[in-house]
């Protein structure tokens, strides 16, 4: 069977959209799901905040151009804020449930699941199944994302 794919989009919600994540996970490793359930964030930056980043970057580097051990220290808090987004990001979670044939049941348990559990059902699921026209697009973009 043609894996499935659910879409949440949290706004700017990182709270709701970590709980999320922390279910999905805990089903995963508890109902022993593997690769069945694969999950991935898209986080987009609004306008207004890449403006802010650049004059911030500038300011950072002159200040990294003067000592060495100044710049080991920024170098890893960068990647620290690299790693949380700033709270201005739009938040998309895409859940690809990739289940085999013998499996249909449990394919459409876990569809109808997953949008009525508490952190999702506060958000609107979009569901993109095989024979939708926008599957190819989901699905490139689920691969591009890391």
């Avoid at 879409?7 to 279910?23: C, K, L, N, S």
């Avoid at 999905?24 to 802010?52: H, I, M, P, S, V």
């Avoid at 987004?85 to 394919?107: M, Q, T, V, Y």
Wanted: proline residues 3%; glycine residues 6%; without cysteine.
């Amino acid at each position: 069977m043609a894996h499935s794919y659910l879409i949440f989009d949290f706004g700017t919600d990182e709270d709701a959209a970590q709980q999320a994540r922390h279910r999905l996970e805990g089903w995963k490793q508890g109902f022993r799901l593997g690769n069945k359930l694969l999950l991935k964030f898209e986080r987009e930056e609004t306008a207004e905040k890449d403006g802010g980043e650049d004059a911030a970057e500038k300011t950072a580097g002159e200040k990294q151009a003067g000592a060495k051990s100044a710049a080991s220290k920024k170098k890893s808090s960068a990647s620290a804020k690299e790693e949380k987004p700033a709270p201005g990001d739009r938040i998309r979670l895409l859940i690809r449930l990739d289940f085999s044939d013998h499996e249909k049941l449990s394919h459409q348990r876990w569809l109808d699941r997953i949008p009525t559990e508490e952190p999702f059902k506060s958000f609107e699921a979009r569901i993109v199944r095989h024979s939708d026209p926008e599957f190819a697009g989901t699905a490139e973009l689920f691969d591009s994302l890391d």
